[in-house]
C-alpha cells in the first residue's frame, strides 16, 4: 500500500468514526420523538461512592413508544438510580415500582423542539468542524509533505488534493442528512 493510499485509508476511517459519534451524540443526547434505552446513557449513578453507568446497573429497555423501564440488578439501588436521572439533564421524572423504574417520557412542547432542532444543528456543524480541521487539512499536509519531499509529482498531488476534497463533500453530505433526519423526527414526533 503506497503512502498515499494510507492517506486516504485513514482519512476514509477517521471521517467514518467522527460521524458515527455525531450520530450516536445525537440519539443520546438530543431526544427526539423516537425513544430509544441510549437516552440514559449519560446517566452516572452513586453506586457504593463510585458514579458508575446506569447500563451497568441495570436492564433498560422501552416496552412502549414513550416508556423507558429500568430493572436494577440489585434492588437496594432503586433510589439511587432514581436520584440519578432526576438529577441528570434530560429533565425526566422516574417512578418507582415494586423492582423497577419507569420513566414516562413526555410530549415535546414547540418550543422544546425548536431548541433540540438548534442542539441537533449544532452537534453537525461541530462535527463538520472537526472533519475539516483535524481530518481534511491534515491530510492536505501529508500530500503536501510527500510531494515537497519528492514523493508525489504536481499532477498527482493536484489529484490527492481533489479526493481529500470529494472525500469532505461526501463527508459534510452524510452529516447533512444524518441531522435533517433526526431534525425531521424531532419535528414530527
Keep these: 500500500m503506497s503512502k498515499l493510499d494510507e492517506i486516504f485509508n485513514e482519512l476514509s476511517i477517521s471521517i467514518e468514526r467522527s460521524t458515527e459519534s455525531m450520530r450516536h451524540d445525537l440519539i443520546v443526547k438530543v431526544r427526539g420523538a423516537q425513544v430509544y434505552a441510549e437516552m440514559l446513557e449519560g446517566v452516572s449513578v452513586d453506586y457504593y461512592g463510585m458514579p458508575t ?5 441495570a436492564t433498560i429497555s422501552v416496552p412502549e413508544p414513550r416508556i423507558i423501564t429500568i430493572k436494577p440488578w440489585e434492588q437496594s439501588q432503586l433510589k439511587n438510580i432514581d436520584k440519578a436521572i432526576r438529577e441528570s439533564d434530560l429533565n ?3 417512578q418507582i415500582h415494586s423492582n423497577f423504574i419507569r420513566v414516562l417520557i413526555p410530549v415535546l412542547s414547540d418550543a422544546r423542539r425548536k431548541e433540540l432542532v438548534r442542539l441537533a444543528k449544532k452537534y453537525g456543524e461541530e462535527s463538520k468542524a472537526v472533519i475539516h480541521r483535524k481530518y ?6 501529508q500530500i503536501a509533505q510527500l510531494e515537497a519531499d519528492g514523493e508525489l509529482s504536481g499532477n498527482e498531488a493536484s489529484q ?9 463533500a461526501v463527508a459534510i453530505k452524510q452529516i447533512d442528512e444524518i441531522v435533517a433526519a433526526k431534525e425531521k423526527e424531532i419535528l414530527t414526533g
Design 136 to 141: 481534511l487539512l491534515g491530510a492536505n499536509e
Design 160 to 168: 490527492a488534493y481533489s479526493k481529500v476534497e470529494q472525500l469532505g
Design 53 to 57: 453507568p446506569l447500563q451497568q446497573m
Design 92 to 94: 425526566l421524572n422516574p
